[in-house]
Protein backbone atom coordinates (compact mmCIF):
# COMPACT_ATOMS: atom_id res chain seq x y z
CA UNK A 1 0.00 0.00 0.00
CA UNK A 2 1.48 3.26 -0.72
CA UNK A 3 1.41 6.43 1.35
CA UNK A 4 -1.89 8.14 0.23
CA UNK A 5 -3.78 5.64 -0.92
CA UNK A 6 -6.42 4.29 1.06
CA UNK A 7 -7.20 0.54 2.38
CA UNK A 8 -9.53 -0.52 -0.27
CA UNK A 9 -13.05 -2.66 0.97
CA UNK A 10 -12.95 -5.88 -0.54
CA UNK A 11 -15.32 -8.59 -1.51
CA UNK A 12 -14.30 -12.18 -2.01
CA UNK A 13 -15.86 -14.51 -4.24
CA UNK A 14 -16.14 -17.90 -3.65
CA UNK A 15 -13.58 -20.60 -3.66
CA UNK A 16 -14.49 -23.21 -6.06
CA UNK A 17 -11.60 -25.29 -6.25
CA UNK A 18 -10.72 -27.98 -3.76
CA UNK A 19 -11.07 -28.18 -0.30
CA UNK A 20 -7.74 -28.81 0.16
CA UNK A 21 -6.84 -25.76 -1.31
CA UNK A 22 -9.58 -23.66 0.50
CA UNK A 23 -7.61 -24.96 3.45
CA UNK A 24 -4.20 -23.88 2.00
CA UNK A 25 -4.90 -20.92 -0.33
CA UNK A 26 -8.20 -19.11 0.31
CA UNK A 27 -8.63 -18.52 4.15
CA UNK A 28 -5.09 -17.46 4.22
CA UNK A 29 -5.72 -14.94 1.23
CA UNK A 30 -9.07 -13.50 3.27
CA UNK A 31 -6.46 -13.21 6.02
CA UNK A 32 -3.76 -11.75 4.61
CA UNK A 33 -5.32 -9.71 2.05
CA UNK A 34 -5.02 -5.61 3.21
CA UNK A 35 -8.39 -4.48 3.13
CA UNK A 36 -10.15 -2.11 5.31
CA UNK A 37 -13.59 -4.27 5.48
CA UNK A 38 -13.63 -7.82 4.20
CA UNK A 39 -17.18 -9.02 2.89
CA UNK A 40 -16.03 -13.36 2.40
CA UNK A 41 -18.77 -15.46 -0.20
CA UNK A 42 -18.72 -18.80 1.77
CA UNK A 43 -21.46 -20.90 2.54
CA UNK A 44 -23.42 -21.01 5.87
CA UNK A 45 -21.18 -22.74 8.39
CA UNK A 46 -17.91 -22.07 7.72
CA UNK A 47 -17.92 -18.42 9.45
CA UNK A 48 -15.06 -20.10 11.88
CA UNK A 49 -12.18 -20.04 9.05
CA UNK A 50 -12.81 -16.12 8.85
CA UNK A 51 -12.23 -14.36 11.94
CA UNK A 52 -11.11 -11.70 10.20
CA UNK A 53 -13.96 -11.38 8.14
CA UNK A 54 -16.37 -8.34 8.50
CA UNK A 55 -19.37 -9.99 7.09
CA UNK A 56 -20.61 -12.76 4.69
CA UNK A 57 -22.42 -13.41 1.54
CA UNK A 58 -24.70 -16.97 1.09
CA UNK A 59 -26.72 -16.25 -1.63
CA UNK A 60 -24.26 -17.99 -4.53
CA UNK A 61 -23.87 -21.64 -5.42
CA UNK A 62 -21.02 -23.73 -6.38
CA UNK A 63 -21.73 -25.12 -9.71
CA UNK A 64 -18.68 -26.99 -10.16
CA UNK A 65 -18.80 -31.08 -9.26
CA UNK A 66 -16.18 -32.13 -7.09
CA UNK A 67 -14.89 -34.74 -9.51
CA UNK A 68 -14.03 -31.94 -11.66
CA UNK A 69 -12.01 -29.90 -8.82
CA UNK A 70 -8.46 -28.89 -9.02
CA UNK A 71 -6.11 -27.13 -7.33
CA UNK A 72 -7.20 -23.72 -6.08
CA UNK A 73 -8.42 -22.49 -9.42
CA UNK A 74 -11.06 -18.93 -9.99
CA UNK A 75 -12.59 -21.10 -12.61
CA UNK A 76 -14.57 -19.62 -14.98
CA UNK A 77 -18.36 -20.00 -15.52
CA UNK A 78 -21.92 -18.56 -15.36
CA UNK A 79 -22.39 -18.06 -12.11
CA UNK A 80 -19.60 -16.49 -10.86
CA UNK A 81 -20.45 -13.88 -13.68
CA UNK A 82 -23.78 -13.48 -12.41
CA UNK A 83 -22.30 -12.85 -9.01
CA UNK A 84 -19.91 -10.73 -9.81
CA UNK A 85 -22.47 -8.24 -11.44
CA UNK A 86 -25.22 -9.21 -7.76
CA UNK A 87 -22.19 -8.09 -6.05
CA UNK A 88 -21.30 -5.05 -7.93
CA UNK A 89 -24.63 -3.97 -7.43
CA UNK A 90 -24.93 -4.98 -3.91
CA UNK A 91 -21.50 -3.71 -2.23
CA UNK A 92 -20.85 -0.67 -4.93
CA UNK A 93 -18.29 0.58 -2.56
CA UNK A 94 -16.63 -2.87 -2.61
CA UNK A 95 -13.95 -3.90 -4.69
CA UNK A 96 -13.63 -7.51 -6.01
CA UNK A 97 -10.51 -9.03 -4.54
CA UNK A 98 -7.93 -10.87 -6.77
CA UNK A 99 -8.02 -14.60 -5.67
CA UNK A 100 -4.34 -15.00 -7.13
CA UNK A 101 -2.52 -12.07 -5.78
CA UNK A 102 -0.79 -14.02 -3.20
CA UNK A 103 1.31 -16.84 -2.64
CA UNK A 104 -1.02 -17.98 0.23
CA UNK A 105 0.53 -21.29 0.69
CA UNK A 106 3.31 -20.25 2.36
CA UNK A 107 1.69 -17.74 4.73
CA UNK A 108 1.71 -19.08 8.34
CA UNK A 109 -1.58 -20.58 10.00
CA UNK A 110 -3.74 -17.96 12.33
CA UNK A 111 -5.84 -18.45 15.22
CA UNK A 112 -8.95 -20.41 14.22
CA UNK A 113 -11.48 -21.07 17.17
CA UNK A 114 -15.46 -22.51 17.23
CA UNK A 115 -17.53 -20.15 18.50
CA UNK A 116 -19.93 -23.01 19.35
CA UNK A 117 -18.65 -25.90 21.44
CA UNK A 118 -20.71 -28.77 21.98
CA UNK A 119 -17.78 -30.48 24.44
CA UNK A 120 -17.14 -33.08 21.37
CA UNK A 121 -14.28 -35.09 22.44
CA UNK A 122 -12.30 -38.14 20.69
CA UNK A 123 -9.01 -40.14 21.24
CA UNK A 124 -8.09 -40.52 17.75
CA UNK A 125 -9.85 -38.59 15.15
CA UNK A 126 -9.76 -39.84 10.94
CA UNK A 127 -9.75 -37.85 7.41
CA UNK A 128 -11.49 -40.71 5.80
CA UNK A 129 -11.69 -39.04 2.12
CA UNK A 130 -13.37 -40.87 -0.04
CA UNK A 131 -12.76 -38.75 -3.50
CA UNK A 132 -15.18 -38.73 -6.38
CA UNK A 133 -11.87 -38.44 -8.26
CA UNK A 134 -8.41 -39.71 -8.49
CA UNK A 135 -10.02 -42.81 -6.57
CA UNK A 136 -6.64 -44.62 -6.27
CA UNK A 137 -6.27 -42.40 -3.31
CA UNK A 138 -8.80 -43.47 -1.16
CA UNK A 139 -7.41 -45.65 1.28
CA UNK A 140 -9.92 -48.61 1.81
CA UNK A 141 -8.84 -50.05 5.17
CA UNK A 142 -10.07 -47.52 7.22
CA UNK A 143 -12.91 -49.54 8.49
CA UNK A 144 -9.80 -52.00 9.87
CA UNK A 145 -8.01 -49.28 11.61
CA UNK A 146 -11.16 -48.69 13.27
CA UNK A 147 -11.52 -51.86 14.72
CA UNK A 148 -8.14 -51.65 16.09
CA UNK A 149 -8.36 -48.38 17.88
CA UNK A 150 -11.49 -49.78 19.54
CA UNK A 151 -9.95 -52.76 20.61
CA UNK A 152 -7.29 -50.88 22.37
CA UNK A 153 -9.79 -49.11 24.41
CA UNK A 154 -10.06 -45.95 22.30
CA UNK A 155 -12.84 -43.50 21.21
CA UNK A 156 -12.24 -42.38 17.04
CA UNK A 157 -14.23 -39.92 14.92
CA UNK A 158 -14.56 -38.75 11.52
CA UNK A 159 -14.34 -35.21 10.02
CA UNK A 160 -14.94 -34.37 6.51
CA UNK A 161 -18.15 -34.01 4.31
CA UNK A 162 -21.13 -36.70 4.43
CA UNK A 163 -20.87 -37.53 0.36
CA UNK A 164 -17.45 -37.38 0.68
CA UNK A 165 -15.51 -39.25 3.44
CA UNK A 166 -15.93 -43.45 4.04
CA UNK A 167 -18.52 -43.65 6.98
CA UNK A 168 -16.91 -45.95 9.49
CA UNK A 169 -18.77 -47.51 11.68
CA UNK A 170 -18.49 -47.54 15.20
CA UNK A 171 -17.43 -43.49 15.28
CA UNK A 172 -18.49 -41.48 18.14
CA UNK A 173 -18.97 -38.91 16.44
CA UNK A 174 -19.08 -37.58 12.39
CA UNK A 175 -18.96 -33.63 11.37
CA UNK A 176 -21.50 -34.09 9.05
CA UNK A 177 -24.34 -34.91 11.52
CA UNK A 178 -23.67 -30.83 12.78
CA UNK A 179 -24.84 -27.95 10.72
CA UNK A 180 -21.81 -25.86 10.75
CA UNK A 181 -17.79 -26.40 10.90
CA UNK A 182 -17.16 -25.57 14.38
CA UNK A 183 -18.05 -29.23 15.28
CA UNK A 184 -14.88 -30.02 13.08
CA UNK A 185 -12.33 -27.71 14.26
CA UNK A 186 -13.87 -28.23 17.85
CA UNK A 187 -13.50 -32.24 17.05
CA UNK A 188 -9.85 -31.61 15.98
CA UNK A 189 -8.90 -29.69 18.96
CA UNK A 190 -9.84 -31.84 21.32
CA UNK A 191 -8.61 -35.21 19.66
CA UNK A 192 -5.01 -36.67 21.15
CA UNK A 193 -3.93 -38.03 17.22
CA UNK A 194 -5.32 -37.44 13.95
CA UNK A 195 -4.91 -39.58 11.22
CA UNK A 196 -5.14 -39.09 7.15
CA UNK A 197 -4.32 -39.38 3.95
CA UNK A 198 -3.29 -35.81 1.98
CA UNK A 199 -6.58 -33.92 1.74
CA UNK A 200 -8.08 -31.35 2.67
CA UNK A 201 -8.87 -32.42 6.33
CA UNK A 202 -5.12 -33.38 6.72
CA UNK A 203 -4.27 -29.92 5.44
CA UNK A 204 -6.74 -28.48 8.56
CA UNK A 205 -5.52 -30.91 10.78
CA UNK A 206 -2.10 -29.92 10.40
CA UNK A 207 -3.17 -25.84 10.08
CA UNK A 208 -4.41 -26.28 13.43
CA UNK A 209 -0.86 -27.93 14.30
CA UNK A 210 -2.86 -30.61 16.15
CA UNK A 211 -0.96 -34.02 16.41
CA UNK A 212 -0.89 -36.01 12.82
CA UNK A 213 0.04 -38.87 11.37
CA UNK A 214 0.01 -39.22 7.62
CA UNK A 215 0.14 -41.75 4.62
CA UNK A 216 -0.45 -41.82 1.06
CA UNK A 217 0.45 -44.32 -1.83
CA UNK A 218 3.49 -44.48 -3.00
CA UNK A 219 4.95 -42.40 -0.19
CA UNK A 220 4.89 -39.42 -2.24
CA UNK A 221 6.74 -35.98 -1.11
CA UNK A 222 5.23 -33.07 -2.57
CA UNK A 223 4.46 -29.48 -2.15
CA UNK A 224 1.43 -30.32 -0.10
CA UNK A 225 3.37 -32.65 2.28
CA UNK A 226 6.55 -30.00 2.52
CA UNK A 227 3.00 -27.26 3.32
CA UNK A 228 1.78 -29.50 6.03
CA UNK A 229 5.30 -29.70 7.60
CA UNK A 230 5.66 -26.41 7.43
CA UNK A 231 2.49 -25.51 8.96
CA UNK A 232 2.42 -27.55 11.43
CA UNK A 233 3.84 -26.41 15.26
CA UNK A 234 2.61 -29.90 16.63
CA UNK A 235 3.90 -33.05 16.12
CA UNK A 236 3.73 -34.97 12.35
CA UNK A 237 4.63 -37.92 11.19
CA UNK A 238 4.68 -39.04 8.21
CA UNK A 239 4.51 -42.87 7.35
CA UNK A 240 6.49 -44.76 4.36
CA UNK A 241 4.50 -46.28 1.31
CA UNK A 242 4.15 -49.86 3.56
CA UNK A 243 0.77 -48.06 5.78
CA UNK A 244 -1.17 -48.10 2.42
CA UNK A 245 -1.38 -51.99 2.61
CA UNK A 246 -1.21 -52.01 5.96
CA UNK A 247 -3.70 -50.52 8.86
CA UNK A 248 -1.81 -52.76 11.56
CA UNK A 249 1.17 -50.76 10.93
CA UNK A 250 -1.09 -47.36 10.83
CA UNK A 251 -2.66 -48.63 14.37
CA UNK A 252 0.64 -49.28 15.64
CA UNK A 253 2.16 -46.08 15.34
CA UNK A 254 -1.47 -44.16 16.81
CA UNK A 255 -1.00 -46.45 19.46
CA UNK A 256 2.92 -45.82 20.11
CA UNK A 257 2.37 -42.10 20.23
CA UNK A 258 -0.81 -42.49 22.20
CA UNK A 259 1.29 -44.46 24.89
CA UNK A 260 4.31 -41.93 24.82
CA UNK A 261 2.68 -38.97 25.41
CA UNK A 262 0.89 -40.57 28.48
CA UNK A 263 4.43 -41.51 29.21
CA UNK A 264 5.43 -37.67 29.19
CA UNK A 265 7.76 -38.36 26.19
Known amino acids: MK ?6 KVVFLPHYGEWGWFILHYIRLVHYFEAAEKMVCCRKGQEVYFPMATGFFYDWTDPIP ?3 KKGYRDYDNEE ?13 DFEIADQTKLPCVTHPPFEVVPCRLRGLHVDVLLGARRRQKGRGRNWPHWQSLAHGIVAAGLEFG ?15 HNSWDFE ?16 GTNSGTTHLATFLSVPTIEFDPGGRVGLWIRSMEAATSGYFRRLDERAWNAPELVLENVVHYLAAQEDGH
Open 180 to 195: DDDATVEMLSNCRVFV
Open 3 to 8: DGESTP
Open 158 to 172: VIGSKGESYHVEGSK
Open 80 to 92: KHRLIEVLGERFP
Open 66 to 68: DRH
